[in-house]
């Protein structure tokens, strides 16, 4: 064990140069090193004789050295050194530049195997810079045939790199200790650990790769999963939260809605409506396709809260979301009696000072603002319930500034982002998950349509129909990442160009997010009465904005947007009964660009687009593991290794079955491998 944490620096091969690229690479000890696994590997188990070989294919040869080594000193900084090798069908000479030791390593008569790739030269056929190995009188040739390839080895020769994973796997020599319990290893059928580490790196053929593979893959995914659940079970049993028992004039409520709830919504809410009569603080994430209808069932439990003499707060993502939620939870809830506050970052000082007074007395019951809300000096006298957003999620750290101030909330993550259920337990998996997979009725598909910049006219003339016939329409600007300014410049002119010519008998508005909240306000508040029929808009209006009238929305530089935010914003329409439409303008360059357009003409379903966005963007980058605080990952790949991860999960619920706090004491090596590794994670 100790030699794992060996530094680095000791070991053979890694001089001082080497030391800093390395810790680039995050590889700091024995054990990051070993866990520095291969990207591929090349089969070289096929050889040839000299007389067969071509120009431009990779082989292995096998041969002798014939007399003495050439050395020439092309000029400072070129260093050349060749070797003639024959085998029975012919000579091949071998070149290897700037690898000065190989001087050291080769002398005349030695049997050798080489591995590279085939060049014409000046003299006939070469090979420059082979992989070699010596294979002395009598002895079968070592030399690896299946030969791992690493990533990221910037500044290292794939050569160095091996040499040095070989030096450390012999050191280590199968010392490893086997951390995970005999039971979990045969119900699994995997491989022991030494023999995967080991063998991950130096297969003696493909099969083994396949086998060490799957046993990595398992512990990472395991290990995983398994921090995830616990974390969830730590929070819920660390402390009490208020349960909400009081259901009076909640049905009363609902039925007064002015629609129906759908059956997705009443079985969440159900869901919800279970947790929070509990004692056992509620940790829920509601997953729902835009448009389906979480707001909703997050003003239904906030109300619940409320009716339970206790208060609730509700974060949004931006401020818009707020002021637009703040005005549907007003509408809904103060006949009810509820007294709702805003809190953003535009009111005057004695404004907030006064509203903070409010909350702090329990005269407000429901608080609405960013996620500052929590961050800031906000003291609630009886906080029962806070409803978030997925990208601000609510970790143990803000649980536990809350606890300090003596609260211990319920609470309810909304997601737009709908992901298949094996991923969201991953990605969530310390939350428990329900799903709204149904849309209100009435909905119609939105039409999608891909256009060329070249053809916007076309979109322009379509926009027109839709805005004599009383309905509204939101043109999109395009994305600039790295530029919030830029972006709203050119906001602000595609406003005034579409003012001028396009909808000149139109009202046109413009919202950024460079503008001032109050305008902000001012413009979403005169879109949704229909006092602006064209709104110009930066991304600002991805999150949840609500004006069921809005029936199209017109997408410039479509291109640049990724599949999940094109749905996002295409999400804004189609909220009412009547036909949508959403039309993409793009300069049709890149082949992504035009699977993504594709496929949001053949599809509305969020749960597709999320899956072939995995696809597109690999599960690294869609997750955001890291956004979320967790490492990455070495070698699973959700979307390769999905039934490696449904296997995983099988036997984490296993687990917990014997074991529902997954205290773990039963399988202690397990127990100290999963809290070193999540050394200083929040909650572990
Ligand atoms: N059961 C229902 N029947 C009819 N209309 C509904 C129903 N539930 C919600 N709505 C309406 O559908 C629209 C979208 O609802 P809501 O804003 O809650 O969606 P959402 O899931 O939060 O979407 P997004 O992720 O896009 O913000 C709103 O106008 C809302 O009033």
């Known amino acids: 064990m100790e030699m794992l944490k060996k530094d680095i620096q000791y070991i053979k091969g890694v001089g001082p140069k080497k030391l800093s690229l390395l810790k680039k690479l995050k590889i700091f000890n024995v054990e990051d090193m070993i866990y520095h696994f291969p990207r591929d590997y090349e089969n070289r188990s096929f050889s040839k004789k000299i007389i067969e070989l071509k120009p431009g294919e990779k082989v292995t040869i096998y041969g002798v050295i014939v007399g003495q080594r050439q050395s020439l000193k092309v000029r400072k900084g070129l260093n050349i050194n060749r070797y003639l090798v024959k085998d029975d069908s012919g000579f091949i000479s071998i070149t290897f530049f700037n690898q000065p030791y190989v001087k050291n390593k080769l002398k005349a008569n030695d049997s050798i195997m080489l591995n590279g790739k085939i060049k014409m030269g000046l003299q006939g056929l070469e090979m420059v810079n082979p992989v070699f190995e010596v294979v002395n ?343 600039v990442e790295e530029s919030e300014v830029i972006e709203a410049k050119a906001a602000t002119d595609i406003a005034e160009e579409l003012a001028s010519t396009f909808f000149q008998d139109y009202t046109v508005g413009l919202l950024h997010g460079k503008m001032k909240t109050k305008e902000k306000e001012e413009i979403m508040k005169k879109f949704t009465k229909n006092e602006i029929n064209v709104l110009v808009s930066t991304t600002v209006i991805e999150v949840g904005v609500n004006v069921p009238n809005a029936t199209m929305m017109i997408i410039e530089n479509a291109e640049r947007f990724g599949l999940a935010q094109l749905h996002q914003l295409r999400g804004r329409v189609g909220r009412g009964h009547s036909q949508s439409y959403c039309i993409l303008l793009h300069n049709n360059k890149s082949k992504i660009a035009k699977d993504r357009i594709k496929i949001m003409e053949s599809t509305n379903d969020g749960f597709v687009i999320s899956e072939k966005d995995l696809e597109i963007r690999g599960p690294g980058e869609f997750l955001g593991l890291r956004q979320h605080g967790l490492p990455d990952f070495k070698i699973a790949n959700l979307l390769k290794h999905m039934k490696v991860l449904k296997r995983v999960q099988s036997q984490v619920e296993e687990i917990l079955q014997e074991d529902p706090l997954l205290s773990l004491d039963k399988y202690p090596s397990l127990k100290t491998k999963l809290e070193e590794k999540f050394k200083g994670f929040e909650g572990i």
């Open 137 to 479: 009188q009598g002895e079968n040739p070592t030399l690896d045939t299946i030969v791992p390839i690493y990533s990221s080895t910037d500044g290292f020769t794939q050569n160095q790199m091996i040499s040095i994973k070989k030096n450390i796997l012999q050191m280590v020599n199968d010392d490893v200790v086997e951390y995970m319990p005999e039971i979990i290893i045969e119900k699994n059928k995997l491989c022991g650990l030494n023999f995967a580490l080991k063998r991950i790196h130096f297969p003696t053929s493909l099969q083994e790769v396949k086998i060490a593979r799957y046993r990595l893959v398992f512990d990472e995914l395991l290990l995983l999963q398994l921090v995830l659940v616990r974390i969830k079970k730590k929070v819920i049993s660390s402390k009490n939260s208020i349960p909400l028992k009081n259901n009076e004039g909640l049905v009363q409520f609902i039925n007064h809605l002015p629609f129906q709830l759908t059956g997705a919504q009443k079985t969440v809410l159900q869901e919800i409506i279970k947790d929070l009569e509990d004692v056992t603080p509620m940790n829920r994430l509601v997953q729902g396709d835009v448009g389906s209808g979480k707001t909703i069932v997050a003003i239904i439990a906030l109300y619940k809260a409320v009716i339970n003499s206790c208060q609730g707060a509700l974060m949004a993502p931006t401020e818009i979301l707020a002021e637009q939620h703040y005005t549907s939870l007003k509408q809904l809830l103060e006949p009810m009696g509820v007294r709702i506050g805003l809190l953003i970052g535009s009111l005057t000082k004695t404004k907030k000072l006064e509203l903070l007074e409010k909350i702090k007395e329990g005269q407000i019951d429901i608080i609405i603002g960013t996620h500052a809300l929590i961050q800031e000096s906000v003291e609630f006298q009886r906080l029962a319930l806070v409803v978030t957003d997925e990208q601000h999620r609510f970790g143990v750290r803000q649980r536990a500034i809350l606890a300090e101030k003596g609260e211990n909330p319920h609470i309810l993550v909304m997601t737009a982002t709908p992901i298949p259920r094996t991923l969201a337990l991953i990605l969530y998996g310390d939350l428990d998950i329900s799903i709204i997979d149904e849309l209100p009725p009435g909905r119609k598909e939105i039409k999608t349509h891909g256009l060329t910049q070249e053809e916007k006219e076309r979109a322009y003339e379509f926009a027109k129909k839709e805005l004599n016939s009383g309905r509204q329409i939101y043109v999109v600007c395009p994305l």
